[in-house]
């Protein structure tokens, strides 16, 4: 399924208002997880309150350990700080790489905002060396913008 239908499927998602939040946000990981064919893990994680740390909420994939993270770690925690998108090509070239399973290979991260503040992030792991593109960066940040709009 191409990104365009893709955005598409995701707002029909987003916009079902008898479904929580947390529903809405783990059917979107589920679509992107399976018709994304390098998308091995695709979850959210949100600031936990006033913390200075990251939270766990839904996901697609194998389960994780990886339920809190704080800020700075990882490159979850990198772009908690650093309010920038993340891709990392080999995860193996990272000195701050938090591995959530020997399998992935690469990672892409893009920070979530609300009203300009960064809130939380989309992160995507995949089993595939190398298969972000600038095109995947537009699509999630679109993503992210739709999700914002529900929270």
């Known amino acids: 399924m191409s990104f365009e239908k893709l955005k598409n499927e995701a707002q029909t998602i987003l916009g079902q208002q008898n479904t929580s ?3 809405r946000l783990s059917e979107l990981c589920e679509l992107l997880k399976a018709e994304i064919t ?3 893990w695709v979850g959210f994680y949100f600031k936990n309150g ?3 740390e990251l939270k766990l909420g839904p996901y697609a994939g194998e389960p994780t350990d990886h339920i809190i993270i704080p800020f700075g770690k990882g490159i979850c925690g ?3 700080v650093s309010n920038q998108n993340f891709v990392v090509p080999d995860v193996k070239a990272q000195d701050n790489y938090i591995a959530c399973s020997i399998h992935v290979k690469a990672e892409i ?3 979530l905002f ?3 503040e960064n809130i939380g992030q989309i992160d995507i792991d995949s089993n595939v060396p190398d298969p972000f593109t600038e095109e995947d960066e537009r699509f999630l940040e679109f993503i992210n913008e739709k999700v914002a709009e529900i929270l």
């Open 109 to 111: 991260v893009v920070p």
């Open 21 to 23: 939040v947390d529903q």
């Open 78 to 80: 990198q772009v908690a």
């Open 50 to 52: 006033d913390k200075e």
């Open 38 to 40: 390098y998308y091995t």
């Open 114 to 116: 609300k009203n300009g």
